[in-house]
């Protein structure tokens, strides 16, 4: 194992599924060939973050691993080397981001209409809770992030005005709403003074009372496809929003 292998936190999990035992492997074997790959010398820092690191992997789950990089050039290559072996890497998904666009809090590009791109300070401010598997740590200090009323207003507004249009019209799934609502409650919460880990169990803990996010919560955990419970969750949403 190379000089990094402190950094493989999930080796020092104990009791883990069949499911953790391969990401592991899967993860393990994509950073040694991420550093051999021409772009590693422009990398600055490789972080994991969601779902594996929180130990809430489902069937469907990648293995979120940004790559933290000098500038956009190297983005791109990153983008055009990854897209290559995109098959080869699952579960691993790259997702390359320039320091600058961290610093800044704004893409290299703006996005596309019609394509969902979050600002990069979602990275920044839970960075606490991410996973460093390669080079520097960042101080996030040294980047621009918005309040936390301004993530929650913001996401709030995407939410009413994107995600729930994009659901309807059948261009976005409803486990990926759910997973917006949930991240919507977390901002709520932590609105509330409550500092905590962005996982479901501890949003679930935060927001006990909330019944949109218990119902949240279960349609997470146990997936329908009945087109009369998504109606009702949606209409809930909407008065949610108000």
Known sequence: MDDNSKHYFWKHWKRKSNQEVKYGQSLEKALIWIKEQP????????????????????????????????????????????????????PVELLPIGIEELINNERFKKPVPGKLQGRPDHFTILLP????????????????????????????????????????????????LIKQVSHLIYWEERLKGKAFSPTWKEIKKASINNELFQRTFYLRFHPTKNKRVRSKYIIELKEYLK
């Open 129 to 176: 809770y991410h996973k460093l598997v390669y080079g520097k740590p960042l101080n996030p200090e040294k980047f621009k992030i918005r309040t936390e009323r301004k993530i929650y207003g913001d996401l709030k507004q995407a939410i009413e005005d994107q995600f729930i249009p994009l659901y309807e019209a059948g261009e976005l799934g409803f486990t990926q």
């Open 39 to 90: 772009f590693i010398n422009e990398v600055i820092s490789m972080y994991v973050k969601a779902s594996f690191v929180n130990r809430e992997l489902n069937k469907k789950s990648d293995i979120d691993l940004v790559l933290v990089v000098k500038n956009e050039e190297t983005s791109n290559l990153v983008r055009v080397i990854r897209d290559k072996n995109k098959d080869w890497l699952k």
